[in-house]
């Protein structure tokens, strides 16, 4: 085989394997909408895409989805290794056994967000979860690294990224690694400074040295096939020719309290209309405020895939993913 096929298949091979990853996300569908929208920014990098949780009888479904999303927390806490574990005992063991195996992963998984969350000195964020399912979803890019297991350590000296996922475009050669970032906050303008501040921040060469070097450490928890996690290697080796093919992104989720829940309330036939249109007239302003708050921190070309969710509240969001979980807010109130 020549040195042009060979590099196919080890393309194909990547391919597949980062493919063999992917979580299957598509019943968010019924629980999160989208806007489909033509607004544009001159930042160069950015992508602008909303979502809003679906509505039924004129009211928005947020305890539906905090459910659905919940079903993901095992996925998105531990490392595949471990879950792997317990699915290979399917069919292997008594179904009730089983059953209890799993439960005991879902409470793993819940036990291990609370410590990360208290490490990180957070009150139980739903937006971690929510970011790392949109990105699986709607950019098809797999997490490789489960960072909760990774927050709870106190050596960690920088906890980075919210979510570490990789997509490989084999027409390009280009492997793309999202770094995450997630911002739940009632007013709008304060996330969106938020969140350019902390996007800022994560690619400092000191953030994105500590993340490369995370990835390196745990990837044999990725669930990849070792040729796959070669190669991937490759790209972030600065000796190696598929360096300068790594291509950083940067994945961020702005949730925030949006008063056009409210205002569609009345006609629960006309409601989703009503509000994709106050949606659309809340996202072209924020973007022009997004577009500045980048450009301040000199991130005109960054690129940067922002989802915005609007919720009517992101206090009881919040509230009903910590029930979810079964946490006890900060200071016990």
């Keep these: 085989m020549t040195d042009d096929g060979v590099a196919i298949e080890a393309d194909i091979e990547l391919v597949d394997a980062i493919a063999a990853l992917s979580a299957d996300c598509t019943a968010l569908s019924k629980r999160l909408h989208q806007l489909d929208h033509t607004i544009t920014t001159d930042c160069a990098g950015l992508t602008l895409r909303l ?3 679906a509505f ?4 928005a479904m947020v305890g539906e989805l905090v459910d659905a999303i919940s079903h993901h927390i095992v996925a998105f806490c531990l490392p595949r290794t471990k879950v792997a574990q317990v699915d290979a005992l399917y069919g292997s063991i008594p179904v009730a056994e089983f059953k209890v195996r799993l439960e005991q992963l879902r409470q793993s998984a819940f036990d291990l967000f609370k410590r990360a969350q208290l490490a990180c000195n957070r009150n139980g964020e739903a937006g971690e979860l929510l970011l790392y399912l949109f990105t699986e979803w ?3 890019a797999p997490q490789i690294l489960a960072k909760m297991s990774l927050k709870t350590n106190s050596q960690m000296p920088v906890h980075g ?13 280009r492997l793309f690694i999202y770094w995450g970032e997630s911002k739940l906050h009632k007013d709008l303008g304060k ?4 969140a350019a501040k902390s996007i800022a921040e994560s690619l400092t060469e000191e953030k994105v040295k500590h993340e490369i070097a995370l990835v390196h450490r745990n990837l044999d928890l990725s669930g990849l096939p070792s040729s796959a996690k070669e190669a991937l290697l490759c790209y972030l080796d600065p000796y ?12 961020c989720l702005i949730s925030f309290d949006f008063d056009g829940f409210a205002k569609t309330a009345a006609d629960p036939e006309t409601c989703d209309a009503v509000f994709r249109k106050l949606a659309e007239e809340k996202l072209k302003s924020a973007s022009v405020d997004l577009a500045q708050a980048l450009k301040d921190k000199g991130l005109n ?13 992101v206090a009881r969001l919040r509230e009903l993913f910590q029930d979810k979980i079964g946490w006890k807010p900060m200071g016990g109130s």
């Design 51 to 53: 979502h809003y949780p």
């Design 56 to 59: 039924r009888q004129g009211k």
């Design 138 to 140: 709607v950019l098809g």
């Design 161 to 173: 990224a919210d979510g570490v996922h990789v997509r490989f475009c084999p027409e390009t050669k």
């Design 191 to 194: 996330a969106i400074n938020d």
């Design 240 to 251: 190696a020719d598929e360096y300068v093919h790594r291509y950083d992104v940067i994945t």
């Design 301 to 313: 070309h960054q690129p940067v895939e922002m989802f915005f969710m609007p919720v009517p509240s």
